[in-house]
Each structure stands twice: as C-alpha cells, then as structure tokens.
C-alpha cells in the first residue's frame, strides 16, 4: 500500500500535533524523490527512513491514533528494518520524546539501545537517540 504525500500529511497531523511539529505534503514529496528515502506504508500508518552509505535514520512513524496497540507500529519498524538493511545500512538511528512511553517501549522492543540525549529537543522535551544494529 502507497500513501500520498496529502494522505501522510494528514495523518501525520493527527499523530503529532504539537512536539514534534507535523510534516506538510510538500515535506513529504520531497522525500519521496529522495533516493536515499525509503517508505513504509501499512493500512493506518507509515513510516519514513532514510539511508546514507551504511547509516539509516527512521525519520518518522505514525499510526493512526484510533488504531494503536493492535500491532502496525511492529510491522512498520520491522518493514523500515527490512529495507535500510536492503539499502546497505550498517545502523540505524532515531529520536524519540523522552515522555513518549508506547514509542520508546516499540524501538527497544526491536533492539532499539539508548546511545544519547539531546536536551529539550521537542518544545522543552528531551529526545533520546537510539542505536540498532543490522
């Protein structure tokens, strides 16, 4: 399943309406002639990484609000996983709100490790960076 640039605005809008700020569709198309992007789209939710020689960074994942905790945000990271790895990727990186308790829970469910903190990164939160290994 493919999303539009307008589909993943929109959901990305309902998933993050403060911190981080949500995407625009032009933010979207722009990734989406990005080479080094890759997307991930289930039915409710998508995820967005993006590979540079043998690093990934996951960028984004949402899931529609009204359908979390039924399994698409495993079957996202799994699917984003699966892909930077394809693309060559070595490690891949992400930030996430330190407040963020179900996300954080999801990356370290997939081996996801802690290896920074950037100080009130999102509006006066702290982010943590996370490391997996391929």
Known sequence: MMMTPEDMAALHARCFQVAPRPWSAQEFA????DANALFHCVEGGFGVVR????EA??????????????GLGDALVQGLCVGAKTAGAQDMFLEVAADNAAACALYIK???VQVGRRPAYYAGTDALVLRRAM
Do not use: S
């Open 51 to 54: 590979v540079i020689a043998d």
């Open 110 to 112: 997939h081996g996801f």
């Open 30 to 33: 722009c990734y989406a002639q």
């Open 57 to 70: 960074e996951l960028l984004t994942l949402a899931v529609d609000p009204t359908l979390r905790r039924q």
